[in-house]
């Protein structure tokens, strides 16, 4: 049976930087509806242009668009026997949308981690973390230093701080995360699949807790 995992948690707690780890040792595709928004950017589409408005004020995009290009990458057949889910759903309608489209295929949901950590552990995250240009590989200035400042360890592209790790823009991300996306813990809590990790602890301690929640075994 196909693996879905939802990785669920505010901005900065780590969800990216740990897709990528669970990704590869899982062997399924990590998708990331920011990376998603960001590429349709870079590429000038109109589904970029239509969402950076929102994500440079720290909005989120409105949900038909969102759920419109989430259904367009699960449908592609790397996605048939699962798919790590990172940054989507964010909204009931998106959750709700994600369990009917999966069902299509057979499958659903079967496991959300829920990563925590207190806002001020965020914002100086946030504040600190740097993108590569090519990949969206994570680093931070303190935390995950890469090895060269400026530039990605993995494959040399530019590293940059996203326009919306401004401080004013990510209060108003952790803002909306507690209206809009803290609903979904009990949404997820109530169908039995949430399990809470403490996101505030070394990177490694954290991928530990996480493979112990998606591979019991
Ligand atoms: P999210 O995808 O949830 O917004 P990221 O994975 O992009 O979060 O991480 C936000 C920032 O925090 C990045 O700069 C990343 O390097 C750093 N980071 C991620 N996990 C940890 C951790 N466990 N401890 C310290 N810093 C971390
Ligand atoms: P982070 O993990 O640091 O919160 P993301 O890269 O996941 O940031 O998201 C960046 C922005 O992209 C969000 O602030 C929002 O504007 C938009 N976005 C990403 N995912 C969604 C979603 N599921 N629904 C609506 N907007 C989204």
Same mark, same amino acid.
């Given at each position: 049976m196909a693996t879905y995992i939802v990785l669920l948690g505010p =901005?900065? &707690? %780590?969800k990216g930087t740990q897709a990528k780890i669970l990704a590869e040792r899982l062997a399924i595709p990590h998708i990331s509806s920011g990376d998603l928004f960001r590429e349709n950017i870079k590429n000038q589409t109109e589904l970029g242009r239509l969402a950076q408005a929102y994500m440079t004020k720290g909005e989120l995009v409105p949900d038909e668009v969102t759920i419109g290009m989430i259904r367009a990458r699960l449908t592609m057949p790397d996605c048939k026997g699962g798919a790590l889910l990172d /940054?989507? =759903?964010? +909204?009931i309608r998106q959750a709700e949308a994600l369990e009917a489209l999966l069902a299509e295929f057979? /499958?659903? &949901?079967s496991c959300v981690p829920y990563l925590t950590a207190e806002p001020a552990v965020l914002v100086d995250r946030l504040s600190g973390r740097w993108t590569c240009r090519a990949q969206g590989h994570i680093f931070h200035e303190k935390y995950n230093p890469p090895q +060269? =400042? %400026?530039?990605?360890?993995?494959?040399g592209s530019e590293l940059y701080q996203r326009e919306d790790d401004k401080r004013e823009t990510v209060e108003n991300r952790i803002r909306v995360y507690f209206e809009q996306t803290a609903p979904l813990v009990e949404y997820y809590r109530r169908l039995g699949r949430l399990f809470e990790i403490? %996101?505030?602890? =070394?990177i490694e301690a954290v991928t530990a807790a996480l493979l112990a929640v998606v591979n019991p075994s």
């Open positions: =901005p900065g &707690v %780590g /940054g989507f =759903p964010r +909204t057979g /499958g659903r &949901v +060269t =400042p %400026g530039i990605c360890d993995l494959d403490n %996101g505030d602890q =070394p």
